[in-house]
């Protein structure tokens, strides 16, 4: 299994920014998969999750409303789109993959991260 993500920089507050993750080493439209962030001295947050079909997606009440998650399955890649950065947003984001298909399973392989930092 082998997740990369890539998209990640510094943006303005209220900026926008878009991550990918290119996934490979297994079925990828078989399995739910998330996003989550480490910011600088702090736990772990999940973030946003979403379902094989990408039709159902779920959020973290600190992202909601400006935060989107996406997948195509075709690509073997599973997107966020950060729209309304604020600084609270400056974190390194991690792509995970889920165990099983629904987005309650366990996060069980995670990739390197891309660091977002939200400064002006």
């Known amino acids: 299994v082998q997740l990369v993500e890539s998209g990640g920089g510094l943006a303005q507050p209220g900026g926008s920014l878009r991550l990918s993750c290119a996934a490979s080493?297994?079925?990828?439209?078989?399995?739910?998969m998330s996003w989550a962030r480490q910011a600088p001295g702090k736990g772990l947050e999940w973030v946003s999750g979403?379902?094989?079909?990408?039709?159902?997606?779920y959020y973290a009440d600190s992202v909601k409303g400006r935060f989107t998650i996406s997948r195509d399955n075709a690509k073997n890649t599973v997107y966020l789109q950060m729209n309304s950065l604020k600084p609270e947003d400056t974190a390194l984001y991690y792509c995970?993959?889920?165990?099983?298909?629904?987005?309650?399973?366990?996060?069980?392989?995670w990739g390197q991260g891309t660091q977002v930092t939200v400064s002006s």
């Open positions: 995970a993959k889920h165990a099983a298909g629904y987005s309650s399973s366990s996060l069980n392989y």
């Open positions: 080493g297994f079925t990828f439209s078989s399995y739910a």
């Open positions: 979403i379902n094989t079909g990408g039709s159902s997606t």
